[in-house]
């Protein structure tokens, strides 16, 4: 029954692999959230389905459950979600994904890959609620709280299957070979069987959980490791659903819904580490701190571990066309979702010289003004703020732009201050507008790590030489995923991107208008590159799922001989 | 120029390909060392070649050199090679290798495969000299110096090499990207580099080196990593052919020689350890003890670490066709190269009610005597027991023997004696039949671990699916990369097939005539199956080649938009 899936299916996957060989654009799924697409109905059924949770428990029916917890507060509201989440005995869990393994193994990775195909289709369908869930959990804007955290995930995830898929097409199940040895023609049958590791454990983040944890699912699942997802306690809800609906896709095709589980943990009692030591976790995937990254990265101890964590993203500006586009475009990918994407840029490196465009010379005063003015631009009007910047994901990150306001006056100078901006519709919601800091490029103390949230540098360099070198060096020593550059010397781009791709940051040149430059595409940009501490979680390549199974063979001599 | 090697040695190339793709029988190489094939000369001049080095310097131009070091005796005439290697400053030879990288790094996959090809081809012209290097080290004999540690590690090497060339063609060089944000098509022109990791140290073992070691250099090179080769000291000249067969073609091209270097200790100062913790270590190849192998493990620290150790190979029988064909395949198999390969089966299980056959019942006694005897046909004719047995590599492996002798006499029963048999050639050679001891399921202690070198067990248990249970166990907690079964149950087989599944050994079941049992074809069979402690060096899929390299991305506004 499975694999009728596959074929029903295919389009998606073969839709997949076309792209990943090309890295063109590809969507197997529906980005706009309009009514004009949709319809009426499921706009207000997601967001009905996600209000009827509120205040609940959320009912998953997991092995060895010890309680209920839930400490979600909706970054919109201020107000506590109310909903309680199964806490579980870990050794029952880990047990129970232990025994719903075998019979997910013998299905194959046809029937696998069929079944993780249907349960995106499903996912798919619950787009609408995933997004009011990602909203007031994660605080991201409604618009990228369907876009971003739905289908781009959803795609992320499709991209994933569709590796896992090609990596175990890389054996036939069965082989003939035939080879003189002597006077004898012997021939063999040879069988191969994908073995799967054993449990994996899939740590998600607050900011954005689905984009990274639908590929280390999907990866996981699809070559046949069970699943036990462990989403941060401030942003459980997108998680929970997301098990949910896996669960309810292998029950209704008479797998064991075990194979997928949660791992709900408090802030006061987390259960990272005891997870990551547990001796039946076999995979790991982590999402999250650059610190407890590290101690997971430290304690993996052989198996299988897949990061990402923090980095330092620099936009190193030598040379532009316009001075206004490029601004707007920096302002832009800045103000997203209040700079709490991994992705985001925070150290932006201007010569003090100054710098070139198409209608003249420009000093670095006016790069400034004109970065502080285009970010003004889009703060200044709330429901474009909204839109854009969203809302910020825990107090704690108001609290850590309140003390870079205080350091950056210091150490700085305070270029723009941070205030809320009012949001048209939710008037408690935590919002905050960028935090401009201006440096000189001695001061590597204060941006030489990340300053989560609404926070900027920007760094005055002797030029822009030395700003290259300082951000792709601290892009390797401390961590990146993306890098930004201007310039209009074509000289010059070819040792930043050298210099970038050493340092292991995507680097994005010249690109202005209306694509966010932190926009990372699933089939064609890789995620974390793995050659610098923001981790090797690259989400796009082989890397990302040849470990996570290994190949058994048998072999016998034909009957047929 | 180089780019003109791969289109010279595409057939080869694309012969690899192909075969993986099916699992197919495939060789780029010839395996028969005969005259008839290769005419007089070229078997003359391999010889010459090897005896020119004997009592001399191998002079290799590399960074360094601090003294010359060689401490080989040839396991055939008992006497020093007195041949002398550099020894060099490991500093010298990381910093060598690290300013080697760059321009092998800008090369890009197809020059580099390209050249690897041409590698493997000048390696192939030199498989005479190689065939009398090895037989004089690793003790092998004659025809399996050439054929398994030439043409058969060969074939491995361009395996792995077709994995590399495969896996970097994930991405395209260039793409371009189009989608729609709003009302503006953004178009991004891409581009992908393959970013190596650096240094790569590869451990040989003494018996059979050029087997893992050419995947290992191959799947390094061809990703871009800088090769540092470090040969067991007993078996030093086969790794400084190669590495100077490398050289020479890197130099010949353009390219730096110290792409590939030789690193060579002593065994009273040993180098592992340093070279493990070297801060310059990328990559990590080990073949070897279990013991070390384990601490390379445990100081792997994240980097990727291929290894293959050493296991507990076990033959079970249930029943069987024949018990003479039975028999002397199992015999054929403990006597190859006596038992100093990897793939070398150990533990020998039998019911204690016997087995039947075609021809009726076999009490256990009948088949332990049969093994024996078959045994004793191989080596009681010296010319057989040259081709087949070899010589032994080490004295400690003689030890060895003596050791067991005494202890197989104390807890079991010696159902065969060693003995040295009278080499037709060399009549000093280190040589010595297997022996058998017989004991009991109970004693797995005396069984549970790996006993090298001319050691079988011959081991009874109350029934075939006890001792399927024990095998298949212990190579999971104590590693295996091989097990082979008898019965004519199709039941019990389909339940042998998963068992050592689950344990990761390669099984090979019901295979007598000419085929070793434990041969293992390149493009087919996987090696180290990375499931129990043996190691995870498969060599024949993905997981070999994934992790050796990562994907740096740069993407800009297309200029034709």
Redesign the interface.
């Known amino acids: 029954m499975t694999a009728d899936y596959f074929d029903t299916h295919r389009g998606m996957l073969d839709g997949a692999i076309q792209a990943?060989?090309?890295?063109?654009?590809f969507s197997a799924f529906t980005e706009s959230p309009s009514t004009r697409v949709h319809g009426d109905a499921p706009p207000r059924e997601g967001k009905a389905a996600f209000e009827a949770r509120l205040g609940a428990r959320f009912e998953l029916d997991q092995p060895g459950i010890t309680g209920w917890v839930g400490e979600e507060i909706s970054p919109y509201t201020a107000q506590p979600l109310g909903i309680t989440y199964p806490q579980c005995d870990l050794d029952a869990q880990f047990e129970a994904a232990d025994r719903a393994l075998a019979s997910w193994r013998e299905a194959g990775p046809h029937a696998r890959v069929g079944l993780c195909l249907e349960m995106l289709d499903r996912l798919s369908a619950r787009a609408f609620e995933n997004a009011h869930a990602v909203m007031h959990t994660a605080g991201q804007s409604y618009a990228m709280a369907y876009a971003g955290s739905g289908p781009n995930a959803l795609d992320r995830g499709l991209e994933a299957l569709a590796l896992a898929w090609q990596?175990q097409s890389?054996?036939?199940a069965e082989?003939?070979?035939?080879?003189r040895?002597?006077?004898?023609e012997?021939v063999?049958e040879?069988?191969?069987?994908i073995?799967p590791l054993g449990p994996a454990v899939v740590f998600c983040c607050a900011s954005f959980p689905t984009w990274n944890a639908h590929p280390a699912i999907f990866a996981n699942l699809a070559t046949g490791n069970p699943v036990l997802v462990k989403p941060h306690p401030g942003c459980v809800l997108p998680m929970a659903i997301t098990v949910e609906t896996l669960r309810a896709v292998l029950s209704d095709n008479g797998f064991d819904p075990n194979l997928v589980q949660l791992v709900v943990d408090t802030t006061r009692d987390p259960l990272g580490k005891h997870l990551v030591r547990h001796p039946r976790t076999a995979i790991i995937d982590f999402t999250g701190s650059a610190r407890f990254g590290s101690w997971v990265?430290?304690n993996?101890e052989?198996r299988p571990?897949y990061t990402e964590t923090s980095g330092v993203n620099a936009v190193v500006i030598e040379s532009c066309e316009s001075l206004s586009a490029m601004a707007a475009a920096i302002a832009g990918s800045v103000c997203l979702f209040s700079s709490q994407m991994c992705t985001s840029p925070q150290n932006i490196f201007i010569p003090a010289g100054g710098i070139r465009s198409q209608s003249g010379h420009h000093s670095a005063d006016e790069v400034r003004k004109a970065i502080v003015a285009a970010i003004d631009a889009i703060t200044s009007e709330p429901a474009r703020a909204a839109s854009v910047l969203g809302a910020i994901q825990s107090r704690a990150t108001l609290d850590l732009v309140a003390d870079w306001r205080q350091r950056g006056a210091s150490a700085g100078r305070v270029l723009r201050g941070s205030a809320p901006y009012p949001h048209p519709d939710f008037p408690d919601a935590w919002t905050a507008s960028p935090l401009v800091i201006g440096l000189d490029i001695a001061r590597h103390e204060l941006y030489a790590d990340e300053a989560f949230g609404p926070i900027a540098f920007i760094i005055e360099a002797a030029d822009a030489d030395q700003a290259l070198a300082q951000a792709s060096s601290d892009a390797r020593e401390h961590g990146a995923i993306t890098a930004f550059v201007y310039s209009t010397d074509e000289a010059w781009?070819e040792r930043a991107?050298l210099a970038?791709?050493?340092a292991?940051a995507?680097?994005?040149?010249?690109?202005?208008?209306?694509?966010p430059l932190n926009f990372a595409?699933a089939y064609?940009?890789?995620h974390v590159?793995?050659?610098n501490p923001a981790g090797?979680a690259?989400l796009a390549?082989?890397?990302f799922v040849?470990?996570r199974f290994?190949?058994?063979?048998?072999?016998?001599?034909s009957s047929a001989a």
């Open positions: 990943m060989a090309t890295r063109s654009a990596a890389q054996v036939p082989a003939t070979w035939q080879k040895f002597g006077k004898q012997v063999l040879k069988r191969y069987r073995m990265e430290a993996a052989g571990c781009l991107e970038f791709a050493r292991g995507a680097l994005t040149e010249n690109l202005t208008g209306a694509m595409a064609s940009d890789l590159s793995g050659l090797n690259s390549d082989w890397s040849a470990g290994r190949i058994a063979q048998a072999r016998r001599p």
